[in-house]
């Protein structure tokens, strides 16, 4: 009788852990968003994907590296132990029509229901960088859409929602 209780235990365990090491973590769900990802959660600009370095203009593409430059960030600034997934897109739609605003900045979160779209700005111009930072004890994620420049934004979570505020 002990066997099989210690069995059943060991079993348990192997189970549990296997279960445990095959769940991602947040950081390797960031590489789900493609295409059909986007014409679901991003429907108003047609064919949209995230946006890369190669998106970048020329200019900005050579400080990519050297700025350890990411256009895509994980945090948690609404600060209820899920973290939000903070992407830079573009719509292949709105380059091929020419729409003025065919990049954007999107903020998702893995619910226990599903994906959830907690903010959404269509931009001019692409973001070229994406960083976490606090100001006042409050987290903020910087947006910069130029290397060395003051052009930029930040969001914040205030008041139960997303903010963004240009500089």
Known sequence: MKTRFYIYVVLFLVLFGLNFCNKKSPDENIGEFNEDFFNLYVPELGTSRLLVK????????????EANGQLQLLADLNENEIPEYFVAGVSETGLRKRI???????????????????????????????????????????????????YGAEIYYHNGEFRLESW
Do not use: C, M, W
């Open 100 to 150: 003025k605003k065919p990049y954007f900045i999107a903020v998702f979160e893995r619910q226990t229901t599903g994906i959830k779209r907690l903010f959404f700005q269509q931009v001019f111009v692409p973001p070229v960088n994406f960083n976490l930072t606090n100001v006042e004890n409050e987290p903020r994620v910087v947006i910069s859409f130029a290397f060395s420049s003051d």
């Open 54 to 65: 190669s998106d970048l203009p020329q200019h900005q593409q050579q400080f990519f590296d």
